[in-house]
T-cell receptor
Framework: LAKTTQPISMDSYEGQEVNITCSHN???????ITWYQQFPSQGPRFIIQ???TKVTNEVASLFIPADRKSSTLSLPRVSLSDTAVYYC????????????FGAGTRLFVKA | DAMVIQNPRYQVTQFGKPVTLSCSQT?????MYWYQQKSSQAPKLLFH???????NEADTPDNFQSRRPNTSFCFLDIRSPGLGDAAMYLC??????????FGPGTRLTVT
């Protein structure tokens, strides 16, 4: 399974765009990249998933370069409620559906 | 609209007293996962089921067992809980390794 590396923490202010980059140098051909958000005392919540190029949904965008060795989660105009831990996962139908969470990035949004 | 339900939300057990945590889903997903998450750490995969096929992680202690009697239900049995097993236990489901849907978790306290 591809190992992921993310910054441990990030600070931002309300209204700013936040970009969190994840490195996954050993990503396999069949692997997808998935991001989750987790608030304290709750289960992680799916944010976005992609394979290559750019994916956008109502809450975030995911940028994946051609070599797929990294990906960037972009959160537009964050608010205080976006303060959470963000996890990048790599994998799909490999190793028997195993999924390994990296350490995650703790985002703190300030007023 | 609850899709992944975990019961109970809070469980207190005594050292060495067996405990069972339950998870049910209304999504009809074929994959179900159990994670352990300790304070300020990322979720750690314990095992998962792909349909009825059980997949145990190599480092999951023998003290942890699981049962999946049907598609909708999955149980986590801790045969002899130790103080180090106090954690949040998260159940998740997915369809063929796509996005995972997490339950709210069960917080286990061992006294």
């Amino acid at each position: 399974l591809a190992k992921t590396t993310q910054p441990i923490s990030m600070d931002s202010y309300e209204g700013q765009e936040v970009n969190i980059t994840c490195s996954h140098n050993n990503i396999a051909t069949n692997d997808y990249i998935t991001w989750y958000q987790q608030f304290p005392s709750q289960g992680p919540r799916f944010i976005i998933q992609g394979y290559k190029t750019k994916v956008t949904n109502e809450v975030a965008s995911l940028f994946i370069p051609a070599d797929r060795k990294s990906s960037t989660l972009s959160l537009p105009r964050v608010s205080l409620s976006d303060t959470a831990v963000y996890y990048c996962l790599v994998g799909f139908d490999t190793g028997g559906f195993k999924t390994i969470f990296g350490a995650g990035t703790r985002l703190f949004v300030k007023a | 609209d609850a899709m992944v339900i975990q019961n109970p939300r809070y469980q207190v057990t005594q050292f060495g007293k067996p405990v069972t945590l339950s998870c049910s889903q209304t999504l009809n997903h074929n994959v179900m996962y159990w994670y352990q998450q300790k304070s300020s750490q990322a979720p750690k995969l314990l095992f998962h089921y792909y349909d009825k096929d059980f997949n145990n992680e190599a480092d999951t202690p023998d003290n942890f067992q699981s049962r999946r009697p049907n598609t909708s239900f999955c149980f986590l049995d801790i045969r002899s809980p130790g103080l180090g097993d106090a954690a949040m236990y998260l159940c998740a489901t997915s369809y063929r390794g796509y996005e995972q849907y997490f339950g709210p978790g069960t917080r286990l306290t061992v006294t």
